[in-house]
């Protein structure tokens, strides 16, 4: 369905309405680290599947449920495109085992990487979780702390506890990538 139709279909409010609804979406996409023509594409297609939603479900999608509804589709239509892209990575290419791998063949540049990455594994599963979210799938701190284990907790931990955290992470991997460095170059 064209952006045309979209407005004329009224569904979404009006012209101005689906504006904003639809540069909040962009917004959000390209602040998740996707290119722009990416963004575009996810956006149109989060946007035609709100559409659909509420045509659907009329009562549901409230004036004010409409934009949180849409960066939901959004943030899903994002994670099928990720998906999507892993999955093709992975079968075009079975001799790639990372795809965060540098893709030139210098050697100095893929000898840090593989430090980088041994640095990643001598990491607790909690350093290498937040890290995960916060760097790869660009989770926001309020997103990383919904999806961090509660141990002994009612409440998930505050997004300031969780920008702590992942500092504290930062610099252990920090420590951990110098000390490789340093074994592998004979230095104690």
Avoid at 73 to 90: Q, V
Avoid at 134 to 139: A, I, N, P, S, V
């Amino acid at each position: 369905m064209e952006s045309a139709n979209l407005e004329e279909s009224g569904i979404l409010g009006s012209r101005a309405e689906l504006g904003v609804l639809r540069r909040r979406i962009l917004a959000y996409l390209i602040s998740r680290g996707v290119g722009r023509q990416t963004a575009e594409d996810l956006t149109q297609d989060s946007l035609v599947t709100l559409i659909d939603l509420v045509r659907r479900e009329p009562e549901r999608y409230s004036p004010e449920r409409l934009v949180p509804a849409a960066i939901t589709t959004a943030r899903n239509k994002l994670l099928n495109h990720w998906k999507k892209k892993s999955t093709r990575n992975e079968s075009e290419s079975l001799s790639d085992s990372d795809p965060a791998a540098p893709e030139t063949s210098d050697p100095e540049r893929e000898a840090r990487f593989s430090e980088l990455r041994a640095a990643v594994q001598r990491l607790g599963a909690e350093c290498r979780k937040v890290l995960y979210l916060k760097y790869f799938l660009r989770y926001s701190s309020r997103e990383i702390a919904e999806r961090l284990p509660r141990v002994g907790q009612k409440k998930p931990p505050t997004e300031n506890a969780v920008n702590v955290r992942t500092s504290r992470c930062v610099q252990e991997l920090r420590e951990q990538f110098l000390a490789g460095r340093a074994r592998s170059r004979g230095v104690d």
